[in-house]
C-alpha cells in the first residue's frame, strides 16, 4: 500500500521527469522557498516563522524524517535573513521573479504544467520532494 507521502512524489514527479526540468527544479524551488520566507520577513519575521510552522505540520502529516529535514533546511535559509537588513524586500522580490521564471520555463521544457496549478499542497510537496530525493540517495528512509 502507498504511504500518502509516496503518492504525492509520485504525483509531483509525473511533471519533472525531463532532465532540464528536474535541473531548473533542484535550483529554482529552494530559490522560491527562500524568496517566499524573505517576502514574509520582510513584513515581519513573525509571519514567516508562522509559515515554517504551517508547513512543518503538514510535513508532519507525512514523514516525521522529512519534517525535521525541512525544519533544517528552513533554520538554513532563515540565517541569511537575519543578516539581510533593509536589503530583504528587493533581494526576496528579484530572487522570486527569476526562480518563477526558471520554473516555467522547466515546465515548457517538460511540457506540462505545473503541479501546484492542479493541487496547491505542491507548493509544500516541491521542496519535500527534493529532500525526499535526497533521503533515496543517501538511504535515509522517509
Same mark, same amino acid.
Given at each position: 500500500?502507498?504511504?500518502?507521502?509516496?503518492?504525492?512524489?509520485?504525483?509531483?514527479?509525473?511533471?519533472?521527469?525531463?532532465?532540464?526540468?528536474?535541473?531548473?527544479?533542484?535550483?529554482?524551488?529552494?530559490? /522560491?522557498?527562500?524568496?517566499? *520566507?524573505? @517576502? =514574509?520577513?520582510?513584513?515581519?519575521?513573525?509571519? +514567516?516563522?508562522?509559515?515554517?510552522? $504551517? !508547513?512543518?505540520?503538514?510535513?508532519?502529516?507525512?514523514?516525521?524524517?522529512?519534517?525535521?529535514?525541512?525544519?533544517?533546511?528552513?533554520? /538554513?535559509?532563515?540565517?541569511? *535573513?537575519? @543578516? =539581510?537588513?533593509?536589503?530583504?524586500?528587493?533581494? +526576496?522580490?528579484?530572487?522570486?521573479? $527569476? !526562480?518563477?521564471?526558471?520554473?516555467?520555463?522547466?515546465?515548457?521544457?517538460?511540457?506540462?504544467?505545473?503541479?501546484?496549478?492542479?493541487?496547491?499542497?505542491?507548493?509544500?510537496?516541491?521542496?519535500?520532494?527534493?529532500?525526499?530525493?535526497?533521503?533515496?540517495?543517501?538511504?535515509?528512509?522517509?
Amino acid at each position: 500500500m502507498n504511504r500518502r507521502i509516496d503518492t504525492l512524489f509520485e504525483r509531483y514527479g509525473e511533471s519533472h521527469r525531463h532532465p532540464t526540468n528536474n535541473a531548473i527544479h533542484w535550483v529554482c524551488v529552494p530559490l /522560491i522557498t527562500w524568496s517566499l *520566507l524573505a @517576502l =514574509l520577513w520582510s513584513w515581519s519575521p513573525a509571519a +514567516a516563522y508562522v509559515l515554517i510552522g $504551517v !508547513a512543518m505540520v503538514f510535513y508532519l502529516t507525512l514523514s516525521f524524517t522529512i519534517a525535521a529535514g525541512m525544519l533544517a533546511v528552513s533554520a /538554513i535559509m532563515v540565517y541569511p *535573513l537575519t @543578516l =539581510l537588513g533593509g536589503a530583504t524586500l528587493p533581494i +526576496a522580490v528579484a530572487v522570486f521573479v $527569476v !526562480a518563477w521564471i526558471g520554473q516555467f520555463v522547466g515546465h515548457r521544457i517538460e511540457g506540462k504544467k505545473p503541479s501546484f496549478l492542479e493541487d496547491v499542497r505542491f507548493l509544500l510537496v516541491g521542496p519535500a520532494w527534493l529532500l525526499g530525493m535526497l533521503c533515496r540517495r543517501v538511504r535515509i528512509p522517509y
